[in-house]
């Protein structure tokens, strides 16, 4: 990959949200991130042009069809599936959690047990407890006091009777990152299947499905610069043998099988076209211009999130650094020699002040950031917080810049603290 900077103020001018007064300093990407222009057009355009049911035979519902199947190989390409039919669209991640552990609690004889974390979004981990009541006897692959999971404690729980292994690939709330493959490895030698949410992780760095050696992963599309949507990525053969609803002139095969009902194809179209933004950065950080070509979207999407991946250990140095300059006590992976094993997310405390008290004093200033539970709540017991207040997240993307964090470093550098009375011994 070329040396060059990688170019933060020209991409910050394809996203109208970033330039709008109103939004100030945008520390909220975990909760969904901007989305540029193109992804607008995009929507636009369908709506426009497009805005009918698919499979009809005139043209502007055929339109609708090539929309769909674009976006479907533009996502294939992304997370480098075997084959665009292994994608399927629908309203989001936790929705397709929920059809996958209803299928897999439909599936299940003498291997009943069912591996969680206490590090995922709890749409992870409450969608497979619900599976109890079919049978399923749930164990857990327990984070350690580093924030992290670690494969030699999933060994400890692997057996014969496990059915499925269910984890993140980064934390939503700390930003640990998980490693999948090993992970992976531990499952099949067990003859297990894993499922991985990928949703946070998205936009930070590269997903190679193949890579992984997953079984299923999910992702929300809102997260990686397109409008609210998310999809599914299962191998071929494990989708097609998932007991699913569908209507009975729906074909029982991925990925018809797993999109029941109308999605939103102008969503859609606007995934596709955020894919597009990746693969224009992926071009822009080693100095090509012009569009990308149908045969090098996977390749400039990877190059692009290599990219987005080591400038924003840049963005999570600096922040670490200001955090501690703060007095903050930051939760999971500490180290600036650590952030190789994390994504610029961090959720943090500052000593005598609640989360919400900081959040607030932030927006003041036109900073977005987000306190309480992080729909983690086990996690935040783990990290002996109360649930109702939890901490304080900042969650970066690539297009923020080293000044918007020493700018939050001068507000909660200011904020009052409460003073510690100390009695005359």
Not at 33 to 59: D, S
Request: net charge neutral; aromatic share 6%; charged share 20%.
């Amino acid at each position: 990959m070329s040396t060059r900077a990688f170019p933060v103020e020209m991409l910050r001018q394809r996203f109208p949200a970033l330039r709008s007064a109103g939004l100030g300093v945008f520390f909220d990407n975990a909760a969904g991130a901007q989305v540029p222009n193109g992804v607008i057009e995009a929507v636009r355009h369908h709506l426009i042009e497009h805005n009918v049911q698919r499979g009809g035979r005139y043209g502007r519902s055929l339109a609708v069809d090539a929309t769909i199947s674009r976006a479907r190989s533009r996502v294939a390409a992304l997370i480098n599936a075997r084959r665009p039919e292994e994608i399927a669209f629908g309203m989001n991640a936790t929705s397709f959690i929920r059809m996958v552990s209803l299928a897999v609690g439909q599936m299940l004889a003498e291997r009943n047990e069912i591996i969680v974390t206490d590090l995922d979004h709890e749409a992870n981990v409450a969608t497979w407890l619900a599976l109890e009541r079919m049978g399923a006897k749930v164990r857990w692959w327990h984070m350690r006091q580093d924030g992290c999971l670690h494969a030699e404690d999933l060994s400890a729980v692997l057996g014969s009777r496990t059915r499925l292994v269910a984890c993140t690939l980064a934390s939503n709330a700390i930003g640990s990152v998980v490693d999948v493959c090993a992970a992976a490895n531990l499952a099949h030698s067990a003859g297990a299947e894993i499922f991985v949410d990928a949703v946070h992780y998205g936009p930070h760095g590269v997903i190679d499905v193949q890579a992984l050696d997953c079984d299923y992963l999910v992702c929300s599309g809102y997260k990686i610069f397109s409008p609210h949507m998310g999809f599914l990525w299962g191998r071929y053969e494990a989708l097609a043998k998932l007991p699913t609803f569908r209507e009975d002139f729906i074909p029982d095969e991925p990925p018809g099988k797993l999109e029941a009902g109308t999605f939103i194809y102008e969503n859609v179209a606007g995934m596709a076209a955020a894919i597009d933004y990746l693969a224009e950065v992926g071009r822009a950080v080693t100095g090509r211009s012009g569009p990308a070509s149908e045969g090098s979207i996977r390749e400039d999407c990877r190059t692009a999130m290599a990219a987005i991946r080591e400038y924003e250990q840049g963005l999570s140095r600096e922040l670490l650094r200001v955090l501690r300059d703060c007095g903050a006590e930051i939760y999971g992976l500490r180290g600036e020699e650590q952030v190789r094993a994390r994504v610029p997310t961090v959720c943090f405390n500052l000593p005598g002040l609640a989360p919400a008290t900081v959040t607030k004093a932030a927006a003041a200033e036109g900073i977005g950031v987000r306190d309480g539970h992080m729909y983690s709540p086990r996690l935040m017991r783990r990290l002996g917080l109360a649930v109702e207040s939890g901490a304080v997240r900042v969650s970066l993307a690539h297009y923020n810049t080293v000044e918007e964090v020493r700018q939050l470093g001068a507000v909660l550098s200011r904020l009052p603290r409460p003073v510690t009375s100390v009695t005359a011994g």
